[in-house]
């Protein structure tokens, strides 16, 4: 029922939209197939669609390996371990608009961190978020610092679930700890990589607050994301109809890709890991 009602009805909502002209106000007229055509023909779709599979690519790459050694190292009994877990899992705590705006004041060519140290190593300072090669990379960056605890939180539930008898067994067998991260918690968190990933990759197509207060989308198009240009499409030009067309392209995307990763994966195939423990 409440996927019901929070997951179906408002995607068909939106596809009726997407059916419609509507500016916000009044009753939404019928328009047919006429958004569907002006997406077709919309130049900035393909970009906006490059642009957001570049960012979730980029973003599994940076965030996963991050994430999961964390959680390991996270879920073990080392000293201190506790105290700088909770310093890791501190954003978490704080809102996207907070993120966003720190990390724009503390990226200011001005009078930001790259300025001091260029200013103590006497070179130019780098305008970091204002660079098209450059920008998008630091979005990656902003994000994984975001994100990364949410990821490193559940691969540390999912370690701390592998039986120690494993580990004791593949000691017995000479096996390093490199060797058994390899051997033995690797394996028994693949369940948990493929239900981090679909949840990563799904929400990197998402992405929209960040990028809109850090970059704006600029500089010129150059972190210009698909739910960017649904914002502006829809808030700020009032073309709901359209807009709603492009929100459905996104579900439609975002839907295929969880779909891929867990046929790939075999992740509905997947017998219990500690099956006879």
């Known amino acids: 029922m409440l996927f019901a009602v929070f997951a179906l009805l408002p995607i068909v909502v939106v596809a009726y939209l997407s059916l419609t002209a509507w500016n916000g106000l009044g009753a939404p007229h019928w328009a047919g197939l006429a958004n569907w055509r002006a997406l077709v023909h919309d130049t900035e779709v393909p970009h906006g669609i490059r642009i957001t599979l570049l960012l979730t690519v980029v973003s599994w790459v940076v965030q996963t390996p991050l994430a999961l050694l964390l959680g390991v190292w996270s879920a073990g009994p080392q000293r201190h ?143 210009e994301v698909l739910p960017l240009h649904m914002y502006r499409t829809g808030f700020v030009g009032f073309d709901m109809g359209y807009a709603s067309a492009l929100a459905l392209l996104l579900v439609v995307v975002g839907a295929g890709l969880s779909v891929l990763i867990v046929r790939a994966s075999g992740f509905a195939r997947m017998d219990s890991d500690r099956e006879g423990l």
């Open 81 to 223: 371990r506790a105290v700088l877990s909770a310093v890791f899992f501190l954003p978490l705590l704080l809102s996207l608009a907070a993120i966003a705006l720190s990390w724009q004041a503390l990226l200011d060519p001005n009078f930001g961190a790259p300025a001091a140290l260029a200013n103590a190593l006497h070179i130019p300072s780098p305008n970091l978020i204002g660079d098209p090669h450059r920008a998008l990379y630091v979005v990656v960056a902003v994000l994984a610092w975001q994100w990364v605890p949410f990821h490193t939180l559940i691969y540390q539930g999912a370690a701390r679930q592998i039986p120690t008898q494993l580990y004791e067994a593949a000691a017995l067998d000479g096996a390093t700890r490199v060797r058994q991260f390899v051997a033995v918690t690797l394996p028994q968190l693949r369940h948990t990589v493929v239900a981090s990933s679909v949840l990563m990759i799904v929400g990197s197509l998402t992405y929209f607050e960040t990028i809109l207060l850090l970059t704006g989308g600029g500089p010129g198009d150059a972190t």
